[in-house]
């Protein structure tokens, strides 16, 4: 039962270490997941496709409510006293209505000394009260439906400019998800080269300790001097600091790409390349068209969509322009109404009609306005032109690098190779006593130089391979 149990442990240890070991399309994956700059991108384009949707909802007719109550300190009275109006009877002989008149003894209308008006012998008296209403609180609401029927086309251009914004967006997202990938190829491939000058430097460092013990036995023998076996071991001490410095780097680096990929500082990870494998001795030969990096390349995207953006300002500022026409229907209510008389109770009837607006003189404001935005537009063009150019130049230079790299690559093999004979040659003939220490520490150092170059040209290969494929809009970033 015992063993049983420690075997699986053993396998449990097995399996979480050997879950350590990570690729780089693994370590991309972490941090396009976990990278929380990307979340912000995320999030911006999916307020930008909400945007859009809204944009969309202008198309269609928008219905609202609008409610108001009022108190007033007074009712309202038509009249400041009692009405008193004439009244006309029927006169058959003239088939006309008369005014009802006081006269005297000889049949004349008496007028009134005081107004000069006639005076009517009989009056309709309409009493103030009749005509006083109670408006002191006051209640009323409406149902309203807008359809747009012709905005100037400015709505067509909000839709033109949110579609282009999320568009934009996306185009964002994607080039700091390429940055993102870049950065951690970067860090990948710095622990990789630090893990290999750490094997160097510790090689180095038993190469020296090597001839430490070989002068030592000299000096026993009285073959060396003391100052042979103290400068090798000055020798030896700057290896073992060379080693000391390599180490903590090859630490800094994992916690960078640990960083980098959304995990605790202090979480190692065993890469699947560290023990760097050779690299091609020639470069490949990428036919490159100019085109299809101005497409792929998502910076580019984002001031082309840009420019659709600004294009749509321009189609706005010209609706201002335009006339614009609407229905409109309305549900409305108060109390008291006035439908029938004046009635404290609720009352409401439906109502359409259309609303009509033509711009007709703004002293050239609008107008200045629309030339704003066409020049605008036109000096974002001018920005995409010269960024083409840049990009042009960008891939030529990662070009010429790529290329450049091979062939320093290939350079360091052949002076890899030298110094290999060199430190052979040298590590004889101090046996033999021909060369002193000094000559002999020199072919080491050359050695170690000839080894660490030969490591940086073969990670400047990979690396500029995917600068390469970053400027050509080639890189992959899902």
């Known amino acids: 039962m015992k063993t049983c149990l420690l075997l699986s442990l053993a396998f449990a240890l097995a399996g979480s270490a050997s879950a350590q070991t990570v690729s780089l399309d693994s370590c991309r994956s972490m941090a396009l ?9 995320d999030e911006g384009v999916r307020g930008a496709a909400l945007e859009r949707k809204a944009a969309f909802s202008a198309y269609l007719p928008g219905i609202d409510f609008n409610g108001t109550y009022m108190h007033n300190q007074h009712e309202i009275a038509l009249l400041g006293e009692d009405a008193k109006l004439p009244t006309m009877s029927f006169d058959p002989k003239t088939m006309k209505y ?6 005297g003894p000889d049949g004349v209308p008496i007028k009134d000394p005081q107004t000069g008006s006639y005076i009517p012998s009989e009056v309709a008296v309409i009493p103030k009260e009749a005509m006083t209403y109670d408006t002191r609180n006051v209640f009323a609401g409406a149902f309203t439906l807008t359809q747009p029927i012709f905005m100037g086309g400015m709505i067509r251009a909000l839709n033109d400019i949110t579609k282009y914004a999320e568009q934009a967006a996306i185009a964002a997202r994607n080039s700091a998800a390429q940055d993102i990938v870049y950065a951690v190829d ?48 000055v020798k030896l001490n700057e290896a073992q600091i060379m080693l000391t410095k390599v180490d903590n780097g090859l630490t800094l ?82 109390n008291p109404n006035v439908i029938d008389g004046f009635e404290k109770r609720f009352g409401g009837g439906f109502s359409i009609g259309a609303t009509v607006t033509i711009p007709i003189w703004h002293w050239g404001g609008r107008y200045n306005h629309y030339r704003a935005t066409q020049a605008t537009t036109n000096a974002q063009r001018l920005l995409l032109e010269d960024m083409e150019e840049k990009v042009d130049l960008q891939v030529r230079q990662a070009q010429y690098s790529f290329q450049e790299a091979f062939k320093t690559y290939d350079m360091t093999r052949k002076n890899l190779t030298k110094a290999d004979e060199n430190l052979r040659q040298a590590q004889l003939a101090f046996r033999e006593g021909v060369l002193t220490t000094d000559d002999v520490t020199a072919a080491q150092t050359a050695w170690l130089q000839a080894n660490s170059e030969k490591i940086d040209a073969e990670i400047a ?13 080639a890189m992959k970033y899902y």
């Open 461 to 473: 290969i990979r690396l500029c391979e995917v600068y390469l494929s970053k400027v050509t809009g």
């Open 98 to 103: 008369n005014y009802n008149l006081v006269t």
């Open 253 to 334: 680096s994992r916690m960078a790409l640990a960083q980098l990929c959304g995990l605790p500082a202090d979480t190692y990870m065993e890469l699947s390349d560290e023990g760097l494998r050779s690299s091609a001795t020639q470069a490949p030969d990428y036919n490159i068209n100019m085109n299809d990096v101005y497409a792929n390349r998502q910076d580019l995207e984002v001031l082309r969509h840009g420019i659709n953006m600004l294009k749509g300002r321009e189609k706005l500022a010209l609706g201002t322009m335009l006339p614009k026409v609407a229905l409109v229907g309305a549900w409305s209510f108060s």
């Open 33 to 41: 997941r976990n990278n929380k700059t990307l979340r912000v991108a």
């Open 186 to 233: 970067e860090a990948y491939w710095q622990v990789v080269s630090l893990k290999e000058k750490k094997k160097l430097a510790q090689s180095f460092v038993n190469l020296v300790d090597s001839l430490r013990y070989n002068v030592n036995a000299l000096l026993e023998e009285g073959m060396a001097t003391r100052s042979d076996l103290l400068t090798v071991e």
